[in-house]
């Protein structure tokens, strides 16, 4: 049997993986994360991990080089790569949100909306059929209201804490954000019979979670 | 927009180099023996159509097409598929002549790619076409020889998965009463989004026979224990499907490499009947894929049935072992005195089924790295100095 091959982004999104996975009934060895390795291996379970930036996750699916990854929705929409998505894990849940100085309106002339995410800031204004200039940063996207780079900014929000801390509010919210397990649709065809039951037991185990 | 560099081709245009030309050579012709065998004749389509005709008809997104416009205004695209072209020339011409009609093709398709490398622009399809007939049998041929050329060409691990745009559709029809719910959930299958079907159906206050059908056909419920289970899909339609499967299922071709999956669908909204994906271990993306097309020929006058297939000869190459013919390539070094007897030893060289190159020595700076490139050195100039 082959191995199934699984892109992860680092840190609390793959110990919440892998803990759903342990709940799904997989057997994975207790010390996995290793920071220095970038390929996991578990051949008792034939399963083998990626460990990547979660922008790239989608990239190594999309290429089927993974046939799995546990990517977030803000990745996913941000990038609309031909994968598909097989379970909402309902881990690391955010929301994508406008927010900028209080008590502000955006400029007439020129608006502008500094974000990490482009695409799907695009997408947001044009539904709402305004014509916003978008500028990218990669990082601490909250400086670009509190400096006058922009009026606006289009970012993930869990707890509220960085806007708060900031002085920022949030205007609107966008689209809230899991974490999804996603798969290469060759894989899901090839590798069928084991992608469809690791994600109906994973879909088991998000429930029991749940309830 | 940056300097364009003189070694930089178009976004997504590929050159084929001799070693991959070669292998390519080879595929190709195997290919073209099995098709012509089984009764296709290969047809060759302009790379130029107009925009208003198989530009919109080809079902693909129009950022996908390159345009332009002739000496007289009208506004061109280069041929994005193969089909519509086939479709075009069968309407206004073959079918008249000959009906039902089979035919093959093997050309590049263009299709304008918006972002990163590794996806070609430019890319070659080989492709059947089944004119005339609407018979369960002409589907069952048409997969019969998607998988037999498979085979031919040396591909073992590979996997059909084949639904029916008839089934999904009345599906969608009868279990989802709102049209625009409906067209939701298809854009869900289409994208093959699973989670947004679970959301959308978790949202659903009152009983949602469309999800209870999902999770039936996404749990590997066989296609009888379907159409049993929800007797309103049972149309005519599907029961040809269920007839093509029957079919199949006795093919020697087939054996163990097709799946039925009803939620399979395919972006190109031109199919009406069974509609298949082809995927071989290894590449990343999808071989081909085929279908019953019914409507299409209606887009230019003629209501004849039509089903095909169509293979992506990129991925094809990236999977299979590549079966180079042994042959050994002589290098003849010759002097400019020496040539006649050159080409005497080079003709009889060939006579073996050898390459042969004749190069005048002098001619070549660094012999070292050229001869790299051959098997064989014969030097006519030792000697002669």
Excluded at chain 1, 70 to 98: F, H, P, W
Excluded at chain 2, 244 to 273: A, C, R
Excluded at chain 2, 335 to 356: I, N, P, R, W
Aim: aromatic share 8%; proline share 4%.
């Amino acid at each position: 049997m082959d191995f199934l091959t699984i892109a992860m982004p680092k840190g609390r999104i793959f110990e919440e993986a892998l803990e759903l996975l342990a709940a799904a009934g997989y057997q994975l060895p207790e010390e996995m994360e290793d920071s220095r390795k970038l390929i996991v291996e578990v051949p008792e379970e034939k399963l083998r991990f990626i460990l990547a930036k979660p922008m790239d996750v989608p990239v190594y699916v999309e290429h089927g080089v993974a046939d799995l990854g546990v990517a977030g929705k803000d990745v996913l929409l941000e990038q609309q790569r031909s994968v598909m998505e097989l379970v909402d894990l309902k881990i690391s849940y955010c929301y994508m949100a406008t927010a900028g100085l209080p008590d502000t309106k955006m400029n007439d002339v020129a608006p502008r909306v500094a974000t990490k995410y482009p695409s799907i800031a695009t997408s947001f204004y044009k539904e709402k059929g305004e014509q916003v200039e978008i500028i990218e940063l990669n990082g601490s996207i909250e400086l670009a209201p509190m400096i006058g780079l922009a009026d606006r900014i289009v970012d993930i929000v869990s707890t509220g804490r960085t806007l708060k801390e900031n002085g920022l509010v949030e205007y609107e919210k966008i689209v809230d954000i899991t974490s999804r397990l996603i798969a290469n649709p060759v894989s899901y065809r090839i590798k069928q019979q084991r992608i469809r039951e690791m994600a109906k037991r994973l879909r088991e185990a998000v429930e029991a979670e749940v309830e | 927009m940056s300097i364009i560099q003189p070694f930089e081709k178009p976004l997504g245009m590929r050159d084929t180099l001799p070693k991959l030309y070669t292998h390519h050579q080879t595929l190709r012709t195997r290919a073209m023996s099995y098709i012509t065998k089984n009764g296709y004749e290969f047809i060759q389509t302009p790379s130029l159509e107009y925009f208003e005709t198989i530009g919109k008809i080809s079902a693909l997104d129009e950022a996908a097409l390159f345009k332009l416009v002739d000496n007289q205004g009208e506004m061109l695209v280069l041929r994005p598929d193969l089909t519509t072209p086939i479709a075009r020339v069968a309407a206004a011409k073959l079918l008249k002549e000959k009906n039902p009609l089979r035919l093959a093709y093997n050309s590049t398709v263009f299709r304008a790619q918006q972002r990163e490398g590794g996806r070609p622009a430019e890319f070659e399809q080989l492709g059947l076409e089944l004119l005339g007939d609407t018979s369960a049998l002409a589907d069952s041929e048409i997969l019969r020889l998607a998988a037999g050329l498979l085979r031919e060409l040396g591909l073992e691990d590979f996997t059909i998965t084949i639904g029916h745009a008839g089934l999904i559709n009345q599906a969608l029809e009868t279990l989802i009463p709102s049209a625009e719910e409906q067209q939701r959930v298809r854009e869900f299958l289409v994208e093959k989004n699973f989670v947004s079907i679970d959301r959308w159906a978790a949202d659903y206050k009152q009983s949602n026979p469309f999800y209870a059908f999902f999770q039936e056909a996404i749990g590997g419920t066989s296609l009888k224990d379907l159409l049993q289970a929800f007797p309103e899909l049972a149309t005519d339609e599907t029961k040809q499907f269920v007839s093509v499967i029957e079919t199949i299922e006795t093919l020697p071709e087939l054996k163990n490499v097709f799946q039925v999956d009803p939620l399979v669908v395919s972006h190109m909204h031109y199919y009406t009947g069974m509609v298949f994906e082809v995927y071989g271990a290894g590449s990343g993306f999808p071989l081909g894929n085929g279908g019953r097309y019914d409507d299409l020929l209606k887009q230019f006058g003629t209501e004849v049935g039509a089903t095909g297939f169509s293979i992506r000869i990129d991925h094809l190459l990236e999977i299979l072992p590549t079966s180079t013919e042994p042959v050994t390539r002589r290098l003849l070094y010759t002097t400019q005195s020496m040539y006649a007897k050159a080409l005497d030893l080079a003709a009889e060289y060939k006579q073996q089924g050898e390459f042969v190159t004749i190069q005048l020595k002098q001619a070549v700076q660094d012999t070292e790295s050229f001869e790299k490139n051959f098997d064989q050195v014969t030097d006519l100039t030792e000697g002669e100095l």
